[in-house]
């Protein structure tokens, strides 16, 4: 993968700590992407990374017009459905703040329950969209937002891979 250059921000160093702890299974492993949503107004990006490289993305079909709590039990059972057997990782916009509607937040925790990773790493919105800004070609969707997810942990473990060689 060539990394863009890329203006990582500063005051995110649990997280750049997280990425480098996990780099080795970052780029070995099963890696699941989410940009969250709780279906309302938009629907949960995916995508799938196997091994550092994006094998799969898209988004999950959750009814807008369906009440919040089937909208979550949807959510739940095609999270769970998004691979076979639990990935090594979890990777999902980080949501933070009083600012974020109730049902975002319950549509993260289930997210998190149904996906089943043993591992979860929270990706600050301000990480990725430094990726996505050098980004040639990008267009703000929730399955390329993802994608993006993915992307900015990948650039990172593999900086910390060839920083270890």
Not at 10 to 29: A, C, E, T
Not at 58 to 69: N, R, V
Not at 120 to 141: D, R, S
Request: glycine share 8%; charged share 20%.
């Amino acid at each position: 993968m060539t990394a863009p250059v890329v203006r990582w921000p500063r005051n995110y160093q649990d997280f750049y700590r997280s990425v480098r702890k996990h780099h080795k299974l970052i780029l070995s492993g099963t890696v699941v992407a989410i940009d969250p949503s709780s279906g309302g107004s938009s629907a949960p990006g995916f995508a799938i990374f196997k091994q550092g490289q994006l094998s799969m993305s898209g988004e999950l079909d959750i009814p807008s017009s369906k009440p919040i709590q089937e909208r979550l039990r949807i959510l739940y059972d095609q999270a769970a459905a998004l691979t076979l057997e639990p990935p090594d990782l979890l990777l999902i916009e980080e949501i933070k703040g009083a600012m974020a509607h109730e049902f975002l937040k319950w549509a993260v925790g289930v997210t998190m329950a149904a996906v089943r990773a043993p591992i979860y790493l929270g990706v600050p919105i301000n990480c990725w969209k430094a990726v996505a800004q050098v980004t040639p070609g990008y267009v703000k969707g929730n399955d390329t937002d993802a994608q993006i997810i993915g992307d900015t942990v990948m650039i990172l473990a593999e900086n910390e891979r060839t920083r270890g060689k």
